[in-house]
């Protein structure tokens, strides 16, 4: 039975194509809750077979959920201010926590199951400045996709594939220190 399903997963997922995990993962990327793994765990083992590009699917998964960030952050901005505009302490407190600690915030999200597609709707109510949004959004997400395709990469057990592994578990640990040195520092700071 868990066979027939991952071979289902598969089948969908070679279906869909580079633009239809795009669409997906706008989808994934908005406020409607459907897992990334589903489709980007077929992906990556796709890729492991050579019957799609590990990079062209990184690319329109990390656009896709970039996508769907970008429209939470933007219905946010525009409605969801106008629906809480009697609710000034909120979003002034909302405001300030973006201000301090808003980049690392939207940067770690990503790589957290289940809420790395709701950050952006706080960082849309404080306003936080798009051009600083997009491109951390990205990279969280696209740290995230990649690790999600690796996983599906990994099923393939030829030696090749083993070593992608390894060595993207490697970066996986230096963005893990890297994230936690610069959380350190800023709540050094804030005290």
């Not at 799609?52 to 769907?68: D, E, H, P, Q, R």
């Not at 030696?159 to 709540?187: D, R």
Request: glycine share 8%; aromatic share 14%; proline share 4%.
């Amino acid at each position: 039975m868990l066979e027939e399903l991952a071979k289902s997963l598969v089948s969908f997922t070679n279906e869909l194509g580079y633009i239809g995990i795009y669409i997906y993962m706008t989808i994934v990327g908005t406020f409607i809750p459907l897992p990334s793994q589903i489709v980007l765990i077929p992906a990556g083992y796709l890729a492991s077979k050579g019957q799609m590009s590990f990079l062209y699917v990184l690319i329109s998964a990390t656009l896709g959920s970039t996508s769907g960030a970008t429209i939470n952050y933007f219905l946010a901005n525009t409605i969801l201010t106008k629906v809480l505009k009697n609710k000034k302490k909120f979003i002034e407190k909302l405001t300030t926590f973006f201000y301090h600690h808003g980049k690392i915030s939207i940067f770690l999200a990503p790589l957290t199951i289940g809420a790395g597609q709701y950050i952006s709707i706080p960082a849309g109510i404080a306003k936080m400045d798009i051009k600083t949004f997009l491109p951390i959004t990205f990279l969280g997400n696209s740290i995230f996709n990649f690790f999600m395709i690796l996983i599906g990469y990994a099923f393939n057990p030829n030696e090749a594939n083993q070593k992608a592994v390894y060595v993207s578990l490697g970066l996986l640990g230096f963005v893990i220190i890297i994230a936690t040195l610069y959380i350190l520092k800023e709540t050094k700071k804030s005290k």
